[in-house]
Structure formats: C-alpha cells, structure tokens
C-alpha cells in the first residue's frame, strides 16, 4: 500500500467514526428529550398525589418519593450530559486527527510534484 492510499484509508477511518458519533449524539439527544418529557410527566404525578393526599399522612411519604424521585432523575440527566461531553470530545479529536491527515496528505502530494519535475 502506497503511503497516499495509507493516508486515505485512515481518512476514511475517521470518516465512518465521525459518522458513528454523530448518530451516537443525535440518538444521546433524542434519549434526553425523552427522558424530559417523562420526568416532568411524573413530576406532575407526584405532584398530584401530594395534593390529593395533603390533608393525610401519606402526604409526607409522597413528598419523600417525589424527593428521591428528583433526585435520581437528576442524576440520570447529569450522567446524560456527561456521556454527550465525552461524544463532544472524541469527535474533536477525531476532527484534529483529520486535519492532520489533511496536512500530511498535502505534505505528500507537494512532495511528489516536486520529485516530478
């Protein structure tokens, strides 16, 4: 294998993983979305719950599962958004490791037009 044809199979490489964390991010995103709509669903239910039940013991176990419910689903967001920063990250790099190949690539080709003449 030549070192052009090297250099563009590592470009293509790059290419399908850039490809892959796209599709990863936009699925992440749509996970989020999701994940937001039912938690401020089940907000409202607890919520609910809490002022049927305001007037009776229960109160205070609803308002305790409402907490912990919050609490976990910040987490779970947090976690969300952690995993969106690392796909950030890796397709940053992958964006660095393709502008150097682009260098190298350029490098290449003016050194073979030099060697022709």
């Avoid at 013991?57 to 995993?83: G, T, Y």
């Avoid at 990250?89 to 490791?97: A, G």
């Avoid at 150097?100 to 037009?113: G, I, M, N, P, T």
């Amino acid at each position: 294998m030549t070192r052009l044809e090297d250099i563009q199979q590592k470009e293509r490489t790059l290419l399908d993983k850039e490809d892959t964390l796209i599709s990863e991010g936009k699925q992440l995103q749509r996970i989020q979305e999701q994940y937001s709509d039912q938690f401020r669903d089940a907000t409202c239910f607890f919520e609910r719950l809490t002022y049927q039940f305001q007037q009776s013991n229960e109160r205070s176990f609803f308002e305790s599962l409402l907490d912990e419910f919050s609490q976990k689903s910040r987490q779970i967001m947090e976690r969300l958004e952690l995993d969106g920063d690392e796909l950030h990250m890796q397709k940053r790099t992958i964006e660095r490791q393709r502008d150097d190949l682009a260098y190298e690539k350029q490098r290449f080709q003016k050194e073979e037009s030099e060697n022709e003449y």
